[in-house]
């Protein structure tokens, strides 16, 4: 069965953040400092999901979709991420789980997407190799409570972006600016990941996936500097992540001049076989020769496309390009894959029209993808509810419903019931 869903994460909607008894995450740190967010914006309150779970259940039932990926708060199960878990936060997720088999939706939870226990940043976060091994022991805690009925789990969400932006750039938390010393923080989540992959097995998970971010590099010219520039951030944005997990071996950075820190056996733990490839696909990226930042290119943006509220190019037909292209270079070495992200942000409309656009373009590049031989198995909008959107808060809007933030009033845009359409056309 082709697994339609849609997606979203625990700190962008759930809210309740000091409710039975979650612990404070590291995105409760960073958005309460000045600056960090577009106006200041936490995800206090959110959509208050964790309150109005049935009623976003139901919203998935009108669309039509058999699937949902969410995340997991790790703080809400751990609240300083090490040792006893909290039975409420398990309670949640629970009835979270049971609510989806009811109606008839299989859950797709994802394990972690960003919310790090902030007792965990506090020794170093993922800069710390002993994070890896605490997120094994969260996911066994978790697996151990709802294995019986989630049969399909993600480990990490978007390893690169949580390092780029979390601690290279600081845009994201936990905000540290270490630029490319922030190189370990993908191989302790890749460790991790692979930990949890061990966790989850011995708990009878039948589906294990990660999710990277993915997103196909162009050069800027044909120019031999320009091809080696995309090669260098192709390294670095996608095959730093896919390539230890699916072929068990990093690729040369040495463009960057950083080696990671890999020991003994790590590579094994990080390649053990997945049942899937969690693609997340919004945009294509064109790279050029590097100016004088330090780093081996220079994004050049693309130009000549229509772009989203975020400035984000549309490019539909970069999602046939990198799913061709991973099978291209992955070949049997590429399981099955979902794209668990995919969507866009809009101006606040309810008839948004760019979205439908959107959506149309890419499912037809995903059509054109399989018709050239990829294996797709799943397709998961890129989101449900307007949430909020990190660093920008809550002024992108990646609803297919509406959220109005004051009065927590959610209403379908035209996206949902032309979704609706497509995925039941006989239903209306
Ligand atoms: C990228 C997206 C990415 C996002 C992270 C954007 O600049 O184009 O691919 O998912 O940042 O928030
Ligand atoms: C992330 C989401 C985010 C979306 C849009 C992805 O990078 O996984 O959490 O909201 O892109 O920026």
Request: with cysteine; charged share 20%.
């Amino acid at each position: 069965m082709f697994l339609w869903g849609t997606a979203t994460a625990a700190y962008q909607i759930e809210g309740a953040v000091t409710e039975d008894g979650r612990g404070v995450s590291i995105w409760d740190t960073f958005s309460h400092e000045p600056g960090r967010t577009r106006d200041g914006h936490t995800g206090d309150v959110a959509c208050d999901h964790y309150h109005r779970w049935p009623e976003d259940i139901a919203l998935m039932s009108g669309l039509g979709v058999n699937a949902y990926r969410f995340s997991i708060a790790w703080p809400r199960v751990q609240p300083t991420g090490t040792g006893e878990a909290n039975p409420k936060g398990l309670d949640f997720y629970e009835r979270l789980v049971d609510g989806l088999l009811d109606a008839g939706i299989t859950p797709a939870p994802t394990l972690f997407h960003w919310d790090l226990p902030q007792a965990l940043q506090d020794r170093g976060g993922w800069m710390n190799r002993d994070t890896s091994q605490y997120f094994a022991e969260y996911a066994a805690i978790v697996a151990d409570r709802l294995s019986d009925r989630v049969k399909m789990w993600i480990t990490l969400n978007e390893p690169f972006i949580h390092m780029a932006y979390g601690y290279g750039l600081g845009i994201h938390a936990p905000g540290q600016a270490l630029l490319l010393d922030a190189l370990p923080v993908a191989h302790h989540q890749l460790l991790g990941h692979g930990l949890a992959v061990q966790a989850l097995r011995a708990s009878g998970a039948e589906q294990v996936l990660i999710t990277n971010n993915c997103t196909p590099v162009r050069p800027g010219s044909d120019s031999e500097a320009d091809r080696a520039a995309a090669d260098a951030y192709d390294a670095l944005h996608n095959r730093l992540f896919n390539d230890p997990v699916l072929l068990g071996t990093y690729p040369d950075l040495s463009a960057y001049g950083v080696e990671m820190d890999v020991r003994d056996g790590d590579l094994d733990v990080i390649s053990a076989p997945l049942d899937g490839l969690g693609v997340n696909y919004y945009n294509p990226t064109r790279i050029g020769a590097p100016t004088d930042d330090g780093l081996p290119f220079t994004d050049l943006g693309i130009t000549g496309h229509p772009t989203t509220a975020f400035g984000w190019p549309v490019v539909p037909d970069g999602l046939r390009e990198l799913l061709v292209g991973l099978r291209d270079r992955y070949g049997a070495a590429l399981p099955p894959i979902h794209i668990t992200e995919n969507g866009c942000s809009t101006e606040d409309t309810l008839d948004d029209q760019d979205r439908i656009a959107f959506l149309d373009g890419h499912l037809t590049a995903l059509d054109q993808a399989g018709a050239e031989g990829v294996d797709v198995r799943g397709y998961f909008v890129w989101s449900l509810l307007d949430n909020f959107e990190w660093a920008e808060g809550y002024h992108q809007r990646f609803g297919l419903v509406q959220v109005d933030f004051d009065t927590q009033r959610r209403t379908p845009r035209a996206s949902y019931t032309w979704l609706r359409n497509r995925l039941s056309p006989d239903a209306s």
